[in-house]
């Protein structure tokens, strides 16, 4: 039985939800520790579908998370474009990795995500302090295999084929 094609919808409402949850607001003391959702779920989406969620997904997802944060405008949306480049680049190399490994290699990705933000903080003369800017690495590195078991299983209860 062949599986259907995975339309737009639910990678969309993955994209919003994320979105959402960046802009949920958290008590002082838990908000650095605030996982990086929309580049989870762009490194998760560009990973299965790199031909759907292209570098302009990227673009678009960052000017967002600018406005949202009220950052500088291009600072989320450079990171993002970056990441997701490597991440299409290598996505046939990536995808068979065992769990640990991509986990690992997100971590790396993340990393880089977090070290273009910090570069565009200090061209801009903008000081953040370390934990704002490392924690949300650590939770984000606890919080990639559960998204990537739940969309995982999802993907496959619902028997969609990308």
Request: charged share 10%; proline share 7%.
């Amino acid at each position: 039985m062949r599986g259907r094609q995975m339309g737009w919808g639910f990678p969309l409402l993955t994209l919003l939800m994320a979105l959402g949850l960046t802009a949920l607001p958290l008590p002082s003391v838990v908000a650095p520790y605030r996982p990086e959702w929309v580049p989870l779920i762009l490194i998760f989406w560009s990973l299965l579908a790199p031909e759907r969620f292209s570098l302009l997904t990227a673009f678009w997802m960052g000017l967002l998370l600018d406005t949202l944060s009220g950052a500088l405008l291009g600072q989320h949306a450079l990171a993002l474009v970056v990441v997701v480049y490597l991440t299409i680049r290598f996505h046939l190399r990536i995808r068979v990795f065992p769990v640990w490994q991509l986990s690992m290699t997100v971590v790396l990705l993340l990393a880089l995500y977090e070290f273009v933000l910090f570069w565009v903080d200090g061209v801009v003369g903008r000081t953040v302090p370390l934990v704002e800017r490392w924690a949300p690495l650590l939770a984000s590195a606890v919080v990639w295999p559960l998204i990537l078991g739940y969309l995982e299983h999802y993907r496959r209860d619902a028997q969609v084929r990308v």
